[in-house]
């Protein structure tokens, strides 16, 4: 099956970038998101990014996707306090059997 | 676009009994609906996946009779949880897909059994 791996907290100061990072497992899969959940609520997608992509930029959202290494990355530019939340990444693959697999979830916190 | 509900979003119920949670995909036809479970500062975890008209697939673990899932139609899929104990608790959350490789959550429904 499909592992996805996030680091568990990060903390930026407002106006800062924040990079956030994700690996996967699976080199099958075809779709890697980045949904935003704020407590209490359900999963926001942000952005996702075809495998065969190796960049997306979405206002101040910017997704890498480094095949080889099977690494994921969410840049956030500008970060405001509304930034403040939990990010997943998920893997979409054959190897997760048609499904998505969820990452652990890193919580960023926006400090003024 | 792309919206989908769940009712209720909160509900609070005594050991033993059954409670019914509803997924809707408001704008679009969903030919597949998921449905997770999220602990306290965890990940999701995948429970089912349900095509409209046909049986659900279960993930290793989860027990299928006391977690009833029905796909009615290209819009509606419902969660019964049978015979409800604490350990039960949790934010149940649904997904609707309207083709491979999109998904789009609902908002959670936090359940407490007393």
């Known amino acids: 099956g499909e592992d996805v791996e996030q680091s568990l907290f990060l903390s930026v100061r407002e106006g800062d970038s924040s990079v956030i990072n994700c690996t996967y497992t699976d080199s099958s899969s075809t779709y890697l998101y980045w949904y935003k959940q704020e407590p209490g609520a359900g999963l926001q997608l942000l952005t996702y990014i075809f495998s065969n992509m190796d960049m997306k930029q979405d206002q101040r959202l910017t997704v890498l996707l480094n095949k080889k290494d099977k690494h994921l990355s969410l840049r956030i530019a500008d970060t405001q306090t509304g930034d403040s939340a939990i990010y997943f990444c998920a893997a979409w693959g054959t190897g997760g059997g048609n499904k998505l697999t969820f990452g652990t979830g890193t919580q960023l916190k926006v400090e003024l | 676009g792309a919206v989908v509900s769940q009712h209720p979003s909160r509900v609070i119920c005594k050991s033993g009994t059954s409670v019914k949670i509803e997924c809707r995909s408001l704008d679009f036809q969903a030919t597949t609906m998921f449905w997770y479970r999220q602990f306290p500062k965890k990940s999701l975890m995948l429970m089912a996946t349900?095509?409209?008209?046909?049986?659900?697939?279960?993930e290793q673990g989860v027990e299928k009779d006391k977690f009833l899932i029905n796909h009615a139609s290209l819009t509606l899929s419902t969660l019964t949880v049978t015979s409800a104990h604490p350990e039960d608790s949790s934010f149940y959350i649904c997904?609707?897909?309207?083709?491979?490789?999109?998904?789009?959550f609902g908002p959670g429904t936090r359940l407490t059994v007393t």
């Open positions: 349900s095509n409209e008209g046909s049986k659900a697939t279960y």
């Open positions: 997904s609707a897909s309207p083709r491979v490789g999109e998904q789009y």
